[in-house]
Every structure is written in structure tokens, then in C-alpha cells.
């Protein structure tokens, strides 16, 4: 299975001069939180996005190589066009027929990534997202019907209770990138951005079986501030403490 994980970040999201993917939660960096996440997924090949200009500072693809010696760093430019776009640059190594999981390097969520796959199969789905609850306009949402399946996705807009906590998993990565592609052709962008969870809608209208796994809000920490950093940390070392 490929892994992709979204770390470049924009420059306001730093973590004093270090780039806030790398900022420490109980002593290790926050991106090595997300790779050990993903320790039971059988064969991974992780694909770890960062930006140009702190690939080059900071030496980040020591830092990742050590993590996980597979893994593959992805040199992002300063701007792309969103999280979508930063992901077609990985293209030529996840337009496969290979699995595709998609994880935002700047939340870290609580779970068992390796069973959440597993369901995924299980319920034969071409593609499944992580949920939480939420109203908020600051998250991605999902609708679904009567037999739990996606029906409609959007961004920045609460359509449901439904919010995606940044996991999104396609049974095939090129149905992906495929999705992505339609997607930019329609200029379907959300503040002139183009993001992961709308490209489920270019699945749905080809009758792709998408489905989620919910998980409690207390499991899912976006990692936006230094603040949520803190809040984290102090979480996780008071569930340890009990």
C-alpha cells in the first residue's frame, strides 16, 4: 500500500522556525507520530510530502529516512493549489492499482489505521474517509445514505455531522488521482483551492461505493497552532497517567 502523507504545510503553520509537522508531542516529532500509526499496515511505502525550502534547511529527508527507510520525500513547491494538487505530484508512484492512503501530516488521530482498512475491505468499498462529529465550516464534510455509503462531499461546508478527520483510503490509487484530475478539469476549487475530500464526489457520479468509520472527537487532533500541539500533548500524557 502506498501512504501519502501531506506535510508542506503553509509557512504560517511553524512551530517557531521549525515547520509545525515536526513540532514534538511527548518527544517525538509529530510526523513520526503519524508514520508509527501506520506500523500494522502490511507492506507500506510511505510517500511523505514536504515543502522545497525545509527539505533544504532543516535536512527533513534525513529526518524521514531514519523514521522509515522506505519512505519517499516529495519536494512541494512554495504555493500548489492545494492539498489535491501537492498530491498529484505524487503521481507517478500512486497511479497504480495499488491501495491509497492519504493522511494529513498535520493531525494526529488516535486509531487503528490497520483495522480501519481492513473494514473498508470488508464492506468491498472503493474508497472510505475517517469521520468526527462537527459543525464546523473549518472541516471537510461527508453526507451518506440509509446504508451508510457517501453520497455527496464538500469542503468548508457542513452538509452533515459528518466531518473527515484527514484519512482518506482508495482501493486504487489511480481512481484518485483519476478523481483529482476531473475534478481541476471542472474547476470544482473552494476558495480557488482544490482539496482531497471533494474528489470523492468524481467517485460517486462513477457509482463507486465510498464509505467512513467514525471515531470519537477526543481521538482526533488537528495540529493547526502551537496551541493544539500543547492540548495534545497534555492529553496524552494525562490518559497515560490513568
Known amino acids: 500500500m502506498n501512504i501519502l502523507i501531506l506535510a508542506a504545510g503553509g509557512a504560517e503553520l511553524h512551530d517557531g522556525d521549525y515547520p509545525l509537522c515536526i513540532a514534538e508531542i511527548d518527544g517525538k516529532p509529530l510526523i513520526q507520530w503519524v508514520i508509527d500509526a501506520c506500523s500494522e499496515i502490511h507492506d507500506a511505502k510511505f510517500i511523505v510530502a514536504l515543502r522545497e525550502q525545509d527539505i533544504r534547511r532543516y535536512h527533513l529527508g534525513n529526518m524521514v529516512g531514519l523514521l522509515s527507510p522506505r519512505a519517499t520525500v516529495l519536494s512541494v513547491p512554495e504555493n500548489t493549489q492545494g492539498a489535491a494538487c501537492t498530491a498529484l505530484l505524487a503521481t507517478p508512484n500512486i497511479d497504480t492499482d495499488e491501495e491509497l492512503l492519504i493522511l494529513n501530516g498535520n493531525d494526529l488521530l488516535e486509531a487503528n489505521f490497520s483495522s480501519i482498512v481492513a473494514s473498508f475491505h470488508n464492506r468491498d468499498l472503493h474508497a472510505g474517509t475517517v469521520t ?102 497534555t492529553l496524552i500524557l494525562q490518559r497515560r497517567s490513568e
Not at 136 to 147: A, L, N, Q
Open 132 to 233: 468526527f462529529s462537527s459543525v464546523h465550516p473549518r472541516y471537510s464534510y461527508v453526507r451518506c445514505d440509509e446504508d451508510g455509503l457517501v453520497v455527496e462531499a464538500a469542503e468548508k461546508n457542513p452538509i452533515s455531522r459528518a466531518a473527515t478527520a484527514g484519512f482518506y483510503w482508495f482501493k486504487h490509487g489511480a481512481e484518485f488521482v483519476r478523481a483529482v484530475q476531473n475534478m481541476i478539469r471542472k474547476n470544482a476549487s473552494v476558495n480557488e483551492l482544490f482539496y482531497i475530500c471533494p474528489s470523492l464526489n468524481e467517485l460517486i457520479l462513477e457509482q463507486r461505493r465510498i464509505g467512513t468509520h467514525a471515531v470519537e472527537l477526543s481521538h482526533y487532533h488537528p495540529m493547526k497552532t502551537l496551541q493544539q500541539v500543547s492540548q495534545c500533548e
